[in-house]
């Protein structure tokens, strides 16, 4: 990863004259980047968040590295179109409105898209991250192709975007797609939400973490205790894989389980879309096979035959950049459908 503050500009003229500003707005970095129209990133610039500095120090953060990096020598701020920012939900895209983002403390329904308009005179939209990461690998990662497309990403928490004919289905207030929050269990775990027994709750990386932890805490003999080294609250889903890679039992067992609930959560979308392609993210996917294989397995076990032979189930392509191509795919697509007047 590039040092904060550091700018990384591309040597290669971009494919066309058209520039898309991404902004991927998170809650311990913010990335701006320049994104031709083929999805090359042609200059780029990092921030950390410091999201504890509140809602003003953060928003100054994100417009001094956008003007550093429109200002930087090599970039021609005249061939940039529009901006697109990418940010941890919930939001109303419709009026670029941030409404309360968990990961950025004291921000309360920020008009964050008119902010940006305003401050560069370009058209902005924004778009929650995971709807943004959908529409990033639609447009330039595993989903080119696709027209019905179901994104997941299963890291820490669960989350997702659908495109549906083509086009990023949004629901009746734009909360459509919150894959982490589908009941599985009723009387599971307590989810962040509120809820019991989502997916979120038993399938993500601090689900995983989670059911370790009280494993450990009842003394239950595993390699994850040595992992952690006596610091019980330090355990994290890494850690589990580690374990399990290593052979631990109770390691196997602990994925194993967050493995079916998952498969159980990817066999219900796979129903009720009927997509082409299931495409899974996130820093779950780094397991591999031990992921993939069981969603695949439970998916062609319990969905119906005709939609489980007709999706794919691939992993994401656009890794650590999928949130700076979303938000320039959130521009490319606002533009395209001319949102604005
Ligand atoms: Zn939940």
């Given at each position: 990863?590039?040092?904060?503050?550091?700018?990384?500009?591309?040597?290669?003229?971009?494919?066309?004259?058209d520039?898309?500003?991404?902004?991927?707005?998170?809650?311990?970095?913010?990335?701006?980047?320049?994104?031709?129209?083929?999805?090359?990133?042609?200059?780029?610039?990092?921030?950390?968040t410091?999201?504890?500095?509140?809602?003003?120090?953060?928003?100054?953060?994100?417009?001094?590295?956008?003007?550093?990096?429109?200002?930087a020598?090599g970039?021609?701020?005249?061939?940039v179109?529009?901006?697109?920012?990418?940010?941890?939900?919930?939001?109303?895209?419709?009026?670029?409105?941030?409404?309360?983002?968990?990961?950025?403390?004291?921000?309360r329904?920020?008009?964050?898209?008119?902010?940006?308009?305003?401050?560069?005179?370009?058209?902005t939209?924004?778009?929650?991250?995971?709807?943004?990461?959908?529409?990033?690998?639609?447009?330039?990662?595993?989903?080119?192709?696709?027209?019905?497309?179901?994104?997941?990403?299963?890291s820490?928490?669960?989350?997702?975007?659908?495109?549906?004919?083509?086009?990023?289905?949004?629901?009746?207030?734009?909360?459509?797609?919150?894959?982490?929050?589908?009941?599985?269990?009723?009387?599971?775990?307590?989810?962040?939400?509120?809820?019991?027994?989502?997916?979120?709750?038993?399938?993500?990386?601090?689900?995983?973490?989670?059911?370790?932890?009280?494993?450990?805490?009842?003394?239950?003999?595993?390699?994850i205790?040595?992992?952690?080294?006596?610091?019980?609250?330090?355990?994290?889903?890494?850690?589990?894989?580690?374990?399990?890679?290593?052979g631990?039992?109770?390691?196997?067992?602990?994925?194993?389980?967050?493995?079916?609930?998952?498969?159980?959560?990817?066999a219900n979308?796979?129903?009720?879309?009927?997509?082409q392609?299931?495409?899974?993210?996130?820093?779950?996917?780094?397991m591999?096979?031990?992921l993939?294989?069981?969603?695949?397995?439970?998916?062609?076990?319990?969905?119906?035959?005709?939609?489980?032979?007709?999706?794919?189930?691939?992993?994401?392509?656009?890794?650590?950049?999928?949130?700076?191509?979303?938000?320039?795919?959130?521009?490319?697509?606002?533009?395209?459908?001319n949102?604005?007047?």
């Open positions: 990863m590039k040092r904060t503050g550091e700018l990384d500009i591309a040597k290669e003229p971009p494919s066309n004259k520039l898309f500003l991404g902004i991927d707005l998170g809650g311990t970095k913010i990335v701006a980047g320049l994104v031709d129209r083929g999805g090359r990133i042609v200059a780029r610039q990092h921030r950390t410091q999201a504890r500095d509140g809602q003003d120090a953060v928003v100054r953060r994100l417009m001094d590295g956008t003007t550093h990096l429109l200002s020598e970039v021609d701020r005249a061939a179109v529009a901006i697109g920012v990418a940010t941890p939900g919930p939001i109303d895209a419709r009026l670029g409105v941030v409404t309360a983002p968990p990961n950025l403390p004291g921000w329904d920020v008009p964050l898209g008119r902010m940006i308009q305003d401050e560069f005179g370009l058209p939209s924004l778009e929650n991250d995971a709807n943004a990461a959908a529409m990033g690998e639609h447009r330039f990662g595993v989903g080119c192709d696709a027209e019905h497309l179901i994104y997941v990403t299963a820490t928490g669960i989350g997702g975007g659908f495109i549906l004919d083509g086009r990023l289905y949004r629901g009746a207030t734009g909360a459509a797609a919150e894959v982490g929050h589908m009941t599985i269990l009723p009387h599971g775990p307590l989810c962040g939400c509120g809820n019991r027994g989502c997916l979120e709750a038993l399938a993500s990386g601090t689900a995983i973490a989670r059911e370790a932890r009280e494993r450990v805490a009842r003394g239950v003999a595993t390699l205790a040595e992992l952690a080294q006596g610091d019980s609250d330090g355990i994290s889903a890494k850690m589990v894989a580690q374990a399990a890679d290593l631990d039992a109770e390691a196997n067992e602990i994925l194993d389980q967050a493995m079916i609930f998952l498969g159980v959560g990817m979308l796979v129903n009720l879309f009927n997509p392609l299931l495409v899974i993210g996130g820093g779950l996917t780094k591999g096979p031990r993939f294989d069981p969603v695949r397995r439970i998916v062609d076990r319990r969905a119906f035959p005709a939609t489980a032979s007709a999706v794919e189930i691939k992993r994401a392509q656009l890794g650590d950049d999928v949130g700076l191509l979303g938000a320039a795919a959130v521009a490319m697509t606002a533009i395209e459908d949102r604005h007047e």
